[in-house]
């Protein structure tokens, strides 16, 4: 097996015709069918191949047609049994051997066994496998680490490593790691991504474009089953237009409330707001190669001058906390709890800027119009401007649309002095992995955009990704939080909380740290 490259108009819709009626309840008021869940959702997917899309807004109607190996426990990031009731890991953390559920079927009703698992890795990780000019796979390389694919007997599975790879069974807990129907994939074949097939607990029903996903009640759901006969995903781009849907009664269900929206839903007698901690980091990087960036007093200045809480509480409407590094506290004991965010010191700030011969220089700050978790990117800049203004940091802003950005970004600062980027991830090694180490330098096909290199951090995240005891791996991010806190390659400026607000009579939302949005749970009543 080869390793994978790295590298709307609101409508009524009319239940008669396979899609949500909505019902009159009053002057300029609407209600949805008692039995269905309507989810105001931001935008229409890309595809609903669990292999094929990297959007949060696609992963939240995956969760609940598709599962994994492995699942997230309830309220953490810690992997648990899902489609493996268990599983064991070799001494050398190079082989992981998977016990698969029994009696488990796909919604086509072809049986879920470790033939159907073999089929999902080889189809992502080989590109000579007849199923794999389905992709591109763009989340494909978080599974690299896999070699080879065992099949034991019918419920017994094998993955052997090229090296120990502590993430693995988180991302098999994540829609890369989603187990899609091998004969439904083969039949359909680029088509999939429009008539997913998996084993969760809803099923697919229609796809119609700018209207709505449509999924129903999987009745040979091997767990519980759940109360909700449908659920519809409607696509309302317009943060606005979203919020009044939700206001009128459209929709039952809505997440990433826009900040400045929040107050429309503190009523508690007509709907329910739900907050919660996520794994979310927006945050500067800074170049490190070239300009005054490159000394690191500069770097901590840059933090020391920025006043993240006054964008939290004005910007950001408190839908988002002060981080203090990269490694998320809802990753908890890799988080350091001891390590406190850069405080807002302008004296202190100025201090190191003159240290350093840079007071005066002017900075270009790379912005997106907007983008998937850049929270209020365009105000956010402006805000960072006048802070550092404030020190004697000139700062000239240049703006761009989200595609046209991350191409500008990824490609490596070059001239710009910071950029705004924004991750959300599922495990504390993607982060640093990812966009920290020296190998992943932009001009080496990374998101090391801004060029930082440090010795040590590179050996504690190799060290932590190949350490399969949980305390000891642990230990290694707290390391690494620090040291990156300490050497600023970045500006930690907010982390955003979750958001969504729920319809009265509608019971049952938990916002997990994953993200996912896992819907079985819940009712109407």
Not at 274 to 291: D, T
Request: glycine share 8%.
């Amino acid at each position: 097996m080869g390793r994978a490259a790295t590298g709307f108009t609101i409508c009524v819709l009319g239940l008669a015709l396979g899609v949500v009626a909505l019902v009159a309840t009053g002057p300029g008021r609407t209600a949805t069918p008692r039995d269905t869940l309507v989810v105001g959702q931001m935008a229409e997917p890309k595809s609903l191949d669990p292999a094929a899309v990297t959007a949060a807004n696609d992963f939240r109607i995956l969760a609940n047609l598709f599962e994994g190996l492995t699942r997230f426990r309830p309220g953490s990031l810690e992997p648990a049994p899902a489609l493996a009731a268990r599983w064991e890991i070799s001494d050398d953390g190079r082989a992981y051997t998977f016990h698969l559920r029994p009696d488990v079927r796909f919604h086509d009703g072809t049986p879920f066994d470790a033939e159907a698992v073999r089929f999902n890795l080889d189809r992502l990780l080989d590109p000579k496998h007849p199923s794999a000019d389905a992709g591109p796979f763009p989340l494909a390389f978080f599974l690299a680490p896999v070699m080879a694919v065992e099949v034991l007997d019918p419920l017994t599975v094998r993955l052997r490593l090229d090296e120990p790879y502590a993430p693995l069974l988180a991302h098999l807990a994540y829609p890369i790691g989603y187990m899609v129907s091998p004969a439904a994939a083969k039949a359909a074949g680029k088509a999939f991504g429009r008539a997913p097939v998996g084993t969760g607990p809803f099923r697919f029903e229609r796809w119609e474009s700018g209207r709505q996903v449509a999924l129903v009640r999987n009745e040979a759901y091997w767990g519980d089953k759940p109360s909700l006969a449908r659920i519809a995903f409607r696509p309302i781009p317009d943060a606005n237009a979203r919020a009044s849907e939700m206001l009128a009664g459209g929709i039952d269900l809505m997440v990433e409330v826009p900040p400045d929206q929040l107050g429309s839903f503190r009523d508690p007698a007509r709907f329910a707001l739900h907050e919660a901690p996520a794994p979310h980091l927006w945050f500067l990087i800074l170049n490190a190669v070239e300009g005054p960036l490159r000394d690191v007093r500069v770097r901590r200045a840059v933090n020391l001058a920025i006043d993240k809480r006054t964008i939290v509480e004005n910007v950001l409407s408190n839908a988002a906390t002060v981080p203090s590094g990269p490694i998320s506290p809802a990753f908890g004991a890799a988080h350091d709890p001891a390590l406190e965010p850069y405080p807002h010191d302008p004296e202190r700030a100025r201090a190191l800027i003159r240290e350093a011969g840079a007071q005066g220089a002017t900075l270009t700050l790379l912005a997106a119009e907007g983008g998937s978790g850049m929270l209020e990117p365009l105000a956010m800049a402006t805000a960072i401007q006048a802070d550092l203004a404030r020190v004697g940091l000139k700062v000239a802003i240049e703006t761009f649309e989200w595609n046209a950005y991350l191409a500008r970004v990824n490609g490596g600062l070059k001239g710009a002095a910071m950029a705004e980027m924004a991750w959300s991830t599922n495990d504390p090694d993607t982060l640093p992995y990812l966009a920290l180490r020296s190998e992943a330098a932009a001009d080496k096909g990374g998101f090391n955009a801004g060029g930082f290199s440090d010795p040590e951090l590179d050996r504690l995240i190799d060290a932590a990704r190949g350490e399969t005891d949980a305390e000891a791996r642990a230990g290694l991010y707290r390391r690494i939080d620090r040291l990156t806190h300490d050497a600023a390659p970045w500006a930690f400026v907010a982390s955003a909380k979750q958001t969504a607000v729920t319809a009265r009579g509608v019971e049952g939302l938990t916002l997990e740290p994953s993200s996912l949005l896992e819907l079985k749970g819940m009712a109407k009543r």
